[in-house]
């Protein structure tokens, strides 16, 4: 599957590694993704000095209601003016958010229901920030990079988790709270001065003068995918996949370690071992830049990666837990990545924002909020089940991505 796009000047077939438009963008968007993590882990301190951790914990995931219910519409807006224009307007917002939480916490000690507002501020933000910059990479590259570019998106994203931890920690250590989140503030504006500079592929004539109701734009885009056959089964695969991902992932990976008695030190083993597997499987797509049989191959990482999943709610010691947490995000990061070139491949120019809106959804509005249905699992059942349970979604992705011929023989661009 090829789509046809105005190429950005001077891009040619220059590789995107090379490219120093492409460069550009992966500065930007590692700093602002180092930003997000340091605010996280700010907000995360700020609740839990204020109140107890189950509030803490409200406080931290409220922030996903804004987006379930407006990353729909933040997709419309991305493809209406533009992915890099809405990325400069809402990264401006959310440094403005974040710098008006540093100075109430240098100035006062806010209550939990002012953080809890900074947090639904900052998730109404992010359902228009979040497609934008998902669909910004098909603009600004050729079609034949887009793999090589989801890679260097992977790699930029371990990087920033990485670093996001102990950059966060080192602004509590030395400016409290409010120093995190200025930190915070201060990675998200260092993308400001460069996202201008980037050059980006204009849209067909026909694609700019279509300007119709927010809603007649939505229903377009809905329509966008159910008349392409790659789109209407990948989209499906992407929210079954993250679902049944993103809980034992995240506060189910948690709850294990504590059943274990695997510690802190244990947890974060674990989790570098998720990290490398993840990251290898960037850096193998930023470097080779295509694989082959896409639609295949990723149908194969999913059912792979669901098996490992159920495998990993019954390792019992530490060093299994990584072993096997490294071969998920090994899996993980491969999937991910080609799920990703093949949407923006695969969708017309005009509709990437909305294709992206609609492919994202589960992951960073939806599963979230699962999390306290994972934890009430986990109490009655145990971590065992729960992790199975999970693991036949992500495999039902997977089994449907193998069924549809479509997907299975899906090509990236030469």
């Not at 000095?49 to 519409?73: F, I, K, N, S």
């Not at 159910?226 to 695969?237: D, E, F, N, T, W």
């Not at 082959?292 to 990666?305: V, Y």
């Not at 699962?370 to 036949?392: K, M, Q, S």
Request: net charge positive.
């Amino acid at each position: 599957m090829t789509v046809t796009a105005v190429r950005p000047a001077r891009a040619a077939d220059r590789p995107a590694h090379r490219d120093p438009n492409v460069l550009r963008w992966l500065g930007a968007y590692t700093s602002s993704a180092m930003g997000d993590s340091v605010y996280f882990i700010a907000l995360s301190w700020a609740a839990v000095r204020a109140g107890t951790p189950a509030e803490a914990g409200l406080v931290t995931a409220v922030g996903a209601v804004p987006r379930a219910l407006l990353m729909l519409g933040g997709g419309v807006v991305a493809d209406r003016y533009g992915p890099r224009r809405v990325v400069i307007g809402s990264s401006t917002v959310r440094c403005a958010l974040v710098v008006a939480a540093a100075l109430l916490l240098l100035c006062a000690s806010p209550g939990l229901w002012v953080l809890a507002v900074v947090a639904v501020l900052f998730g109404v933000v992010d359902a228009v920030f979040l497609p934008a910059a998902g669909a910004l990479p098909a603009r600004i590259t050729t079609p034949a990079q887009l793999a090589r570019v989801q890679g260097m998106r992977g790699l930029a994203t371990r990087l920033a988790t990485v670093l996001g931890g102990p950059l966060g920690g080192l602004g509590v250590a030395l400016g409290g709270t409010a120093g995190a989140f200025g930190l915070a503030a201060l990675l998200i504006g260092l993308s400001l001065p460069v996202l201008p500079t980037l050059r980006v592929a204009a849209l067909p004539e026909d694609a700019r003068r279509a300007r119709n109701g927010a809603l007649v734009e939505l229903r377009d885009g809905f329509r966008q995918i159910r008349r392409k056959p790659v789109l209407r089964v990948l989209v499906l695969v992407i929210a079954l996949s993250d679902l049944g991902f993103v809980g034992p992932m995240n506060l189910g990976l948690t709850l294990l370690s504590q059943q274990r008695g695997w510690g802190s030190s244990g947890m974060g083993w674990v989790l570098a071992g998720f990290g490398i597997g993840a990251g290898t499987a960037s850096l193998l797509l930023a470097v080779r830049g295509r694989l082959p049989h896409a639609g295949a191959a990723l149908a194969a990482s999913e059912i792979a990666g669901a098996v490992a999943i159920g495998g990993f709610g019954q390792v019992p010691t530490v060093a299994a837990g990584t072993g096997v947490a490294l071969l998920i995000g090994l899996l993980a990061g491969l999937g991910g990545a080609l799920s990703g070139a093949l949407v923006q491949a695969t969708a017309d120019p005009a509709y990437v924002g909305r294709v992206t809106a609609v492919s994202t959804l589960v992951s960073f509005g939806v599963a979230p909020l699962t999390f306290p249905l994972i934890g009430a699992a986990v109490e009655r059942w145990g971590t065992g089940p729960v992790f199975a349970g999970c693991a036949g979604v992500c495999a039902l992705g997977g089994l449907l991505a193998l069924g549809s011929a479509p997907l299975r023989q899906a090509e990236l661009p030469h």
